[in-house]
């Protein structure tokens, strides 16, 4: 089992997937809200507009499902925590985010995982990889690390980049999403005794 949380740019998500293709194993990340709408019988807009609104299509999909403290988004996280629970229980995957970490906490078989980068070096992924604007790549960065930080800490009572709850923090800038992935997949079968 992996968690793998991340600061937005730091392209963790592409990175999770990439460690999921190489060992062949399962990788959840939208899935999660996907499976949220259908328990609580409700779209995936509807469930979106409860993590946050902004107008770019980046913005929706970085966010953690169910920002804020009301009673829709306690329900949101509550159903999140079983969809992930129910993962877990299915065999080794990644799960991306949504406090993965401290869900599966006391699973003994886990690797909790931070990526993080320079601010430059994910200012820089946001305009190139994600073809944002600069000045819409600096609000994002911004609005959504502190977004993410505000709900890990609300729900877990830690921040996701506390060290003393991560197994492994890698910034993804020194060797890129490849290289990254190399490490990671190295790390995970050593751990886990894999070949």
């Keep these: 089992m992996v968690t793998i949380a991340r600061q937005f740019g730091s392209l963790g ?17 939208r899935e999660i809200v996907e499976f949220t709408s259908k328990k609580l019988n409700l779209p995936v807009s509807t469930i ?17 499902l169910g920002m804020g403290t009301n009673e829709i988004q306690d329900q949101i996280f509550a159903v999140q ?4 629970t129910d993962f877990a229980e299915k065999g080794p995957c990644i799960i991306v985010g949504r406090c993965s970490d401290y869900i599966l906490k006391d699973c003994t078989e886990i690797i ?14 946001c305009v190139e990889m994600l ?3 600069p000045a819409e790549a600096k609000k994002m960065i911004a609005a959504v690390d502190k977004a993410r930080d505000a709900y890990h800490k609300h729900y877990c009572g830690y921040s996701m980049s506390d060290k003393d709850f991560k197994h492994v923090m890698l910034d993804s800038s ?4 490849e290289g990254t992935c190399d490490v990671l997949v190295e790390i995970i079968r050593k751990r886990f005794n894999l070949k």
């Design 174 to 177: 020194l060797l890129g999403v």
């Design 81 to 84: 925590r079983k969809i992930i």
């Design 13 to 29: 998500r592409p990175i999770a997937r990439k460690v999921s293709e190489t060992l062949g194993i399962e990788y959840y990340d």
């Design 131 to 133: 073809d944002m604007q």
């Design 48 to 64: 979106s507009d409860e993590e946050e609104s902004a107008n770019s299509a980046f913005f929706n999909m970085s966010y953690p």
């Design 112 to 125: 909790n995982v931070f990526i993080y980068a320079p601010y430059t070096a994910r200012l820089c992924n």
